[in-house]
């Protein structure tokens, strides 16, 4: 059997789909951030970087990488095991103690990432819980979607950010259900935003569980970055927060906070966090040091914000078309993966601007776009410079403008 002649098969397809996707090679420049250096051929040397999700600069600041580096020669590199063999060090629980400080919980537990976080805890307690049907919204992360697919319980998809919808679903509910809403804050691809005190009205009435994903919003939303629940002053009503610290707070892993019960249910049951290596001390180290700073600073929030607003504002009075959202990211849509993939690489080459395309199946086909995550690092001129090359490439596409 030719193994290889099948793999490339489906890679061709993918290719002539135009889906098919090319990691470009760059290579961080601390102090420089968001400049990086490319290592791509046919690329400028440097490459300002549009399209990254350490939303605050986080991973550059100096309070985060000192205490990584004293954490690296204080403990070493690695955990040396899972949680529950020998992996456990004190930075874990230093971590995990500030992490249900920010989201005011009893508890919290970290995770490797913000996928598995997702993946374990959902399937752990669809599994797990008697007679549980969980309500995912339909625009739900893939990492959410798994979760839900490997608790091999009853699921009921509800309308996007459809409080209605969603209450009529629950309302059809068998009386011994055990009900989990599972759904996002900030979705990530559109930038909307979940009318939550709706949702959380509905979950109540319903006496369901509300499985919240925040990793799109913590750290940049609420007073001391606790999220969009903490925006709002319903933390307390959520029964469970999920976050990540691989976004706002520029390091790596991802977490749920909750009762002390519910996050003892899921680290004892949970295979996903039972058979994982811990992340390294230095790692845990790094992440408490942002939130804390994060929970005291409002200046990176507030220059992402004036950012975000000021490229909104250009791209509007060029006529440059953009989704309208109340968030931090600016998506354009492009609606084709060829020509989505074609506009990427001439601004990488022509103008040392990096955005990957957002294709299938990060976005439904049809839907592919450039999506932008102005930062408090991007200057004016960096938007400025932007928005010249955008206006420079939709005049050479002909692509239709948006009516000024």
């Not at 459809?162 to 691809?189: C, G, H, Q």
């Not at 977490?255 to 230095?282: E, H, K, M, N, V």
Request: hydrophobic share 40%; charged share 25%; aromatic share 6%.
């Amino acid at each position: 059997m030719n193994f290889d002649g099948l793999f490339n098969r489906e890679l061709e397809l993918l290719k002539d789909e135009g889906n098919y996707r090319i990691f470009a090679e760059l290579e961080r420049m601390c102090g420089s951030t968001p400049r990086a250096k490319s290592h791509g051929p046919d690329t400028p040397d440097e490459v300002m970087v549009w399209c990254s999700n350490d939303y605050l600069g986080m991973s550059q600041h100096p309070k985060v990488r000192k205490a990584m580096k004293d954490a690296i020669d204080k403990s070493g590199a690695g955990a040396g095991g899972t949680r529950n063999i020998s992996g456990t060090s004190h930075e874990h629980l230093l971590l995990e103690r500030e992490l249900s400080d920010l989201h005011g919980k009893e508890a919290a537990l970290l995770f490797t990432s913000g996928y598995v976080s997702n993946w374990a805890s959902l399937s752990t307690l669809g599994s797990r819980l008697p007679n549980a049907i969980i309500y995912s919204d339909s625009l739900n992360h893939a990492s959410m979607i798994e979760g839900i697919r490997q608790a091999r319980c009853a699921k009921v998809i509800w309308n996007h950010n459809d409080p209605e919808d969603l209450d009529r679903k629950l309302a059809a509910s068998p009386a011994n259900a055990t009900k989990i809403i599972a759904f996002e804050s900030v979705y990530s691809m559109d930038g909307d935003v979940c009318p939550l005190k709706d949702i959380v009205e509905v979950a109540e009435k319903h006496r369901a569980m509300t499985y919240l994903d925040e990793v799109h919003a913590v750290g940049l939303y609420g007073p001391r970055g606790g999220g969009i629940a903490e925006q709002e002053g319903l933390m307390d009503r959520i029964t469970l927060i999920e976050g990540t610290l691989g976004k706002a707070f520029g390091c790596m892993g991802g977490y749920i906070t909750a009762s002390a019960a519910l996050c003892d249910f899921i680290r004892s049951f949970a295979s996903g966090f039972i058979f994982t290596t811990a992340l390294p001390p230095a790692v845990a180290a790094a992440a408490r040091a942002s939130i804390a700073h994060l929970k005291e600073s409002d200046v990176e929030r507030q220059q992402q914000r004036r950012q975000v607003a000021r490229l909104r504002a250009k791209l509007n009075a060029v006529g440059l078309p953009h989704m309208d959202n109340p968030s931090h990211i600016v998506p354009v849509l492009i609606k084709d993966p060829v020509k989505c993939r074609m506009i990427s690489d001439y601004l990488m080459r022509e103008f040392g601007i990096y955005l990957q395309p957002i294709n299938y199946p990060t976005v439904p086909k049809g839907t592919e776009r450039l999506r932008f995550t102005p930062g408090p690092l991007h200057s004016d001129e960096d938007i400025d410079n932007l928005v010249n090359a955008l206006t420079s490439l939709w005049s050479q596409c002909m692509h239709a403008r948006a009516v000024a």
